[in-house]
């Protein structure tokens, strides 16, 4: 599998673009392209789709990179080590590039929250730029146990605190995925699989790198709004899904304007 990051115009957006399908199909990264797949974020246009989007869009987000080409050659995205650090070291090696149009952003004015008692997401006003706080609760009994992240999002924060953070999950929850048919190129080494004990075959980056995972998910979903999001987001044990909808959530109900910002 082949992924390529290339530069766009200003207010292109991100959008993935299959080269191996004919005269390469278009696919712009919003929500409204979202359809729903098990623990996975997937976009379709038209018949052409996109899988497991959520640790390069969370790339992209993270280090505030609002226009990009991303062209691939097949619909699953590559798993790497099951973090977003390969993309960013990419990113990072090509350079930024400074546009002068103004980009579009939603800042959060009113409390929007979606969810049950079990599991929720709030946007929150803010003080200024985007904020996140994680709650990842697994209960007793395992090795992942509760877990707890806040911070400021900035690409300096996301380098050091989220990129190299990697999927996670139970032993039991793989062989579901297995049995389904997803995760064909995963191994012990490219997801954190806990059994009892802890990492199976592996080690923790972080002591709470699941937690750090599950926010960095939150920020690859919270970009599918195809502008910068100004509040303070909280979530208690959310999934794709609920992140998916608070984005939708938010673009009806706040205002979207005008701001100058870095691009590339």
């Known amino acids: 599998m082949h992924l390529e990051f290339r530069p766009a115009g200003a207010g292109a957006g991100i959008v993935f673009v ?17 359809i729903e797949t098990p623990r996975r974020t997937t976009l379709r246009s038209g018949t052409a789709n996109v899988e497991m989007v959520e640790h390069v869009m969370a790339a992209l987000a993270g280090l505030q990179i609002d226009n990009c080409e991303v062209w691939v050659d097949e619909a699953e995205m590559p798993g790497c080590d099951g973090s977003s650090l390969p993309f960013v070291t990419a990113l990072d090696s090509a350079g930024v590039v400074e546009q002068s149009e103004a980009r579009s952003r939603l800042v959060v004015r009113n409390v929007t929250r979606l969810g049950d008692d079990d599991s929720w997401v709030e946007a929150r006003p803010g003080t200024g730029g985007i904020s996140i706080k994680f709650r990842l609760d697994y209960g007793s009994g395992n090795a992942i146990g509760r877990q707890t992240l806040q911070l400021p999002l900035t690409p300096e924060s996301f380098r050091r605190e989220l990129a190299p953070s990697r999927t996670f999950v139970l032993e039991e929850e793989a062989q579901w995925l297995v049995s389904r048919g997803l995760g064909r190129r995963t191994t012990y080494q490219n997801v954190l699989v806990f059994d009892k004990d802890g990492p199976v075959e592996n080690e923790l980056r972080y002591r709470d790198e699941c937690v750090r995972h599950k926010a960095l998910d939150l920020v690859g979903d919270l970009a599918l709004a195809g502008c910068d999001l100004v509040g303070h987001f909280v979530a208690h044990r959310s999934g794709h899904r609920l992140n998916a909808e608070l984005v939708r959530a938010l673009l009806n109900e706040e205002e979207i304007t005008d701001s100058r910002r870095r691009s590339a």
Not at 27 to 34: C, F, G, Q, T
């Open 18 to 34: 299959r080269g191996d399908l004919g005269v390469g199909e278009r696919i712009k990264a919003v929500v409204a392209n979202r």
